[in-house]
């Protein structure tokens, strides 16, 4: 901390340099059954060009009922890089605020973007570091060492892997990658495996439903787009 | 007797002369003009920043002198003047803009990043123990699809331009620009302009002793043009160095 004006704000490498997460004193917890959130299936695929990132567009209170029927829980958070959005729904977005505004601060201060491991760390230590934001993310992106997909669970916890998934269906979308995935595939492969594994947990887990979205992340850039049925890509 | 009475007033920068002048802030105005100059040109679809950047060695990396600054995606920034004080802008003006999506989940304007910026400096003109900030900055980029060009003195006064120069022959440099510049011309005409306002003042341009960027209004992407693209401009027009 430095008390020059115009100095740098937080030198906390656990906090965002631009706003500090506050601690809420919790006296006024809020009801869980009025939090929207997302349930959610969502899961992250590794091929040699590129990632493929798929999720389902439902919110849910207290996944009993579905209060938001066409939510784009996968946004782009860097040039080459997205972050699904697990968990609470406020949480998720403000973790994707800051995530995007720290990551743009550092592209333009080193004239480049960060790579993706850097990226993981940084959502780690704010997933540590700030307060509970009860969020199960995949982080997935391509840098020069090729392409990530990370989940980053709620304590903080960041795990690389070749494939991933997180949210209420998760059991079912791994019933459907277990065994089918392979390193080798195409990206239209993988947007095609990521389809069947979101439509399975679709079918069958309360939480997630209404359609689906695709990331697809590769050196050029970012591609999302919304589909109001898995059906048409399987 | 005349020269004591000034350094009373010139000794601090909360002081006031008694014709009502701020000695530091000129004096802080004279290292701007110190500085090499930096260009920029607003056109119909983009604003563009040119920046001399010759080196006293031949053995120092040009990379490593920066004048130009990208801030955001959509906005960079020209600078004269000292660069360690452009620096501390420049860095100021980045967390700003990324507060701006933090707090409101919308680019910054360029007119409200440089009052932002003229807000700041002109704190370091009305506190005591400080000194004002010896740069000059050019703010330009893409505001609601229209191109803007600012400018930020050590007074902290934002102006808004057409085209203007700041840094060492920066009068000269205005002249030029007043007599060329037409408000309906693209930016590879932009581009050719600020180089040629630039050669007013540095002797033998050449693509590596210039810097360029430009922020156009179809991508609104700030961009710097490589080593060929400029040679390519320099060659447009007969400034490539014969004058020398």
């Known amino acids: 901390m430095t008390d020059i004006p115009g100095g740098r704000t937080s030198r906390d490498p656990y906090e965002p340099e631009l706003a500090s997460f506050r601690e809420t004193d919790d006296q006024t917890a809020p009801d869980a059954d009025s939090v929207a959130k997302t349930g959610t299936t969502t899961v992250g695929i590794t091929t040699e060009d590129g990632v493929v990132v798929g999720t389902d567009r439902r919110a849910s209170l207290g996944g009993r009922f579905v209060s938001n029927k066409n939510v784009v829980k996968v946004e782009q958070i860097h040039p080459t890089a997205v972050l699904t959005l697990v968990g609470s729904v406020g949480g998720a977005q403000s973790f994707v605020r800051s995530l995007r505004a720290e990551a743009s601060l550092t592209e333009k201060r080193r004239d480049e973007p960060l790579s993706i491991d850097a990226l993981a760390t940084l959502a780690g230590n704010f997933a540590r570091g700030g307060p509970f934001f009860a969020i199960n993310p995949i982080l997935g992106g391509v840098d020069d060492e090729g392409s990530h997909v990370y989940s980053i669970d709620p304590a903080g916890g960041v795990m690389a892997d070749d494939y991933t998934v997180t949210g209420s269906g998760m059991q079912l979308a791994h019933g459907t990658l277990e065994g089918e995935y392979d390193p080798a595939i195409s990206i239209g492969e993988a947007e095609t495996l990521a389809a069947r594994a979101v439509h399975a947990a679709t079918e069958r887990d309360t939480g997630s439903g209404n359609g689906l979205v695709l990331a697809t992340v590769t050196e050029d850039g970012v591609d999302i787009e919304e589909y109001d049925d898995a059906e048409e890509l399987l | ?244």
């Open chain 2, 1 to 244: 007797m005349q020269d004591n009475q000034q350094q009373a007033y010139d000794r601090g920068i909360t002081i006031f002369s008694p014709d009502g002048r701020l000695y530091q802030v000129e004096y802080a105005r004279e290292a701007v003009e110190r500085g090499s100059a930096s260009v920029g040109v607003r056109t119909a679809d983009g604003v563009v920043l040119a920046a001399n950047r010759q080196t006293r060695s031949p053995l120092i990396e040009r990379e490593s002198i920066e004048k130009i600054h990208a801030v955001d995606d959509h906005i960079g920034v020209g600078s004269a003047g000292h660069v360690a004080d452009a620096r501390k802008l420049v860095d100021i003006a980045r967390q700003e803009a990324q507060v701006e999506h933090l707090r409101y989940g919308q680019p910054v304007g360029v007119e409200a990043l440089t009052k932002t910026l003229t807000d700041h400096v002109q704190q370091y003109t009305q506190t005591g123990g400080a000194r004002p900030f010896g740069v000059a900055l050019l703010v330009g980029g893409i505001e609601n699809g229209e191109p803007r060009l600012f400018e930020t003195d050590p007074s902290g006064t934002p102006y808004e331009w057409q085209a203007t120069a700041v840094g060492g022959g920066s009068d000269e440099i205005r002249s030029f620009l007043e007599a060329e510049y037409d408000p309906e011309m693209d930016l590879a005409g932009g581009v050719t302009l600020a180089l040629g306002a630039l050669g007013q003042v540095q002797n033998g341009i050449d693509a590596d002793s210039v810097e360029v960027a430009t922020v156009d209004t179809e991508s609104e992407q700030f961009r710097t043009l490589p080593a060929d693209e400029i040679a390519a401009h320099l060659e447009e027009t007969d400034i490539g160095g014969d004058e020398a």
